[in-house]
């Protein structure tokens, strides 16, 4: 594969619900194995973005491709089992369902025969990567418990763990660290830098906590009012007088 | 061995023994206890779409009936000719044969249980493509629109039913015959369903019923699992149409093969009593929502449906989790919902200290 060729190219990609232009005429290259940021003020049409990216919606205009295919046209499942995951902004687990099942449904659905299917959920490797995993996230003396009795940041751990069980090449997170008590954020950066640097998973991060994104991005892109706005290092967009009205309003 | 497959063995174990014991010690009550293993039957297919996968179905009589019907077809076809069969309103006597009339039932019992299979594959992916309530009423609608084909196709004998081809051994004998067929049928689709909740299968349809739309995302092929579901509980509810539709000796469609307003309301009432979505919760359901309908039958007459309302209602206000449901809310450690503590749970060869924060 061409290495100069990014993992998901954006390009001139417009939404609009009825009358209101969601996201116009955006164009977004995410590198490999990179984290790559997406800020701007609420409403300014990031999860839209996201939302194109992975199949929910058709767009109105433009093309997105991931690793040179054209995935604009597939649907959710599809572009999934292609490798690339996204997490909630309200988080989604298996509510009804333990922490370990939760891990094991999620293993990757990409090269999955038949009878495959039908396969014992308990299989003793897999079990022992879901383990694995749930430690790595800091659930594993949570592991039997029934996920929707965890926490709200729990059951996000549990969402991003899951994530990572299912080996993608490509992670779209929205807003992890939204609603987790302050002191796990730490722990949480952490584990998102070394899930990119061990697992050499390509992250896509939605965040409005500027701290965690100007730690954690290494090319970060501002949307506002559904326009692309800036691209640029941490650096530079702490210093882009735009970006700096777009948060605080002096349109 | 784990202690939860112990328990299951002792259970089955103890309903094996209850089946064998009863019709010797008590073979007045063995066409009741018949029916009881239908219900157990229709409470665990009905549970497969309906508590472990969330998708509550009003309409799985439809392949009880067409089970029914395609059994009734096949036994007939083999030895006369159905339309003339059907047109002399149960006048026209053929007399079968033993090995006739076993060979046709055999047969016909699993055309039956094919049959509804191949009409859950036809028409599962579209009405799978319906959520929550749509689901249900949809159903509810397709089992009716089909009753009312049936009643109207004169092959079939339309409104006036067919009579089921006479059983050839001796007067009695029959009872046992669809006793031990409806309970074979009942273990056959339990240990399939125990067998089924323990695979990678199983974990996808509790995903598809605790977030459809999560599943899809993380590239779960939901629709393949649902038709395949739906199709699976479709084929045992066909056998079990076969055996009934033979065991009530005239098969007709509003009453007996797509009895929507009983039977069709039964099994989800059965599976919402003992616990939806638990192995053993509609097996209990429906054993315990038989003895209550067989005891106000008995004692309560004129107020039989009173009660059995009255049951659902207290069920579904105060008590919607089942019993078995219940009971694993009450006591969460015996069905292995712990919390571990201490250093020495942690899997060997973790050297990551600030993993367990």
């Known amino acids: 594969m061409n290495s100069s060729q990014p993992q998901i190219e954006v390009k001139s990609v417009s939404k609009s619900y009825g009358g209101v232009v969601a996201n116009k005429d955006i164009s977004i290259r995410v590198p490999h194995g990179r984290i790559t940021g997406l800020i701007g003020p609420n409403g300014s049409g990031k999860t839209t973005l996201f939302n194109s990216i992975v199949g929910y919606h058709p767009i109105d205009s433009g093309s997105i491709t991931f690793e040179g295919q054209e995935i604009s046209t597939l649907r959710v499942p599809d572009i999934a089992r292609l490798g690339m995951l996204r997490t909630f902004q309200q988080t989604r687990i298996y509510k009804k369902m333990n922490c370990v099942q939760n891990m094991i449904i999620s293993v990757s659905h990409r090269d999955e025969g038949f009878s495959g299917i039908f396969k014992q959920a308990k299989d003793r490797e897999t079990e022992q990567q879901a383990e694995e995993l749930l430690n790595f996230v800091g659930l594993y003396q949570k592991r039997n418990l029934i996920s929707g009795d965890l926490s709200f940041g729990q059951q996000k751990l549990l969402e991003f763990a899951m994530a990572l069980m299912n080996k993608p090449k490509v992670l779209l997170l929205d807003e992890p660290t939204a609603g987790i008590n302050p002191t796990l954020i730490n722990g949480l950066i952490d584990r998102l830098k070394r899930a990119n640097e061990e697992f050499g998973i390509t992250l896509f991060v939605i965040e409005h906590n500027m701290r965690v994104i100007m730690n954690l991005a290494e090319e970060i892109s501002c949307l506002s009012h559904g326009e692309l706005l800036a691209t640029g290092s941490p650096d530079e967009l702490q210093n882009d007088q735009r970006v700096i009205d777009a948060y605080l309003g002096a349109h | ?357």
């Open chain 2, 1 to 357: 061995m784990t202690s939860a497959r112990k328990l299951d063995l002792k259970v089955y174990a103890g309903l094996i023994l209850f089946g064998i014991i009863t019709p010797i010690l008590f073979p007045n009550y063995t066409s009741q206890v018949a029916v009881m293993w239908l219900m157990v039957l229709m409470a665990v297919t009905w549970d497969m779409t309906g508590g472990q996968m969330g998708y509550n179905s009003l309409g799985n009589v439809i392949f009880f009936g067409l089970g029914m019907y395609a059994s009734a077809v096949v036994q007939i076809s083999m030895f006369a000719d159905v339309a003339k069969y059907t047109a002399s309103f149960g006048a026209m006597y053929v007399e079968f044969t033993e090995v006739q009339y076993f060979t046709g039932l055999s047969l016909g019992i699993v055309v039956g249980g094919i049959v509804a299979t191949l009409f859950a594959l036809l028409i599962g992916p579209f009405m799978l493509g319906l959520r929550g309530p749509y689901f249900a009423i949809g159903t509810l609608g397709l089992a009716v629109a089909v009753a009312e084909l049936i009643a109207g196709w004169g092959y079939v004998g339309a409104g006036s039913g067919i009579s089921m081809p006479v059983y050839p051994g001796v007067a009695g004998e029959s009872t046992f015959v669809w006793y031990i067929l409806l309970g074979v049928t009942a273990l056959l689709a339990h240990l399939f369903v125990r067998w089924l909740y323990s695979t990678q299968f199983g974990l996808a349809m509790n995903a598809i019923r605790d977030d459809e739309d999560k599943a899809e995302a993380m590239g779960i092929r939901t629709t393949r699992y649902k038709v395949l579901t739906w199709a699976a509980s479709a084929f045992f509810l066909g056998m079990g149409g076969a055996i009934f539709g033979n065991m009530s000796g005239f098969i007709e469609p509003l009453e007996v093969a797509f009895p929507t307003a009983t039977f069709g309301i039964f099994m989800v009432a059965m599976a919402l009593l003992g616990g939806k979505g638990t192995l053993w919760g509609p097996v209990l359901g429906a054993i315990l929502f038989h003895i209550v309908k067989e005891a106000t039958w008995t004692y309560l007459l004129g107020w039989q449906w009173v009660a059995l309302g009255a049951i659902i209602i207290i069920n579904i206000v105060y008590f919607q989790q089942g019993i078995l449901g219940w009971a694993q809310d009450k006591w969460p450690a015996a069905f292995g919902l712990t919390v571990d503590r201490g250093p020495e749970d942690q899997p060997t060869g973790d050297t990551r200290p600030e993993a367990a924060e």
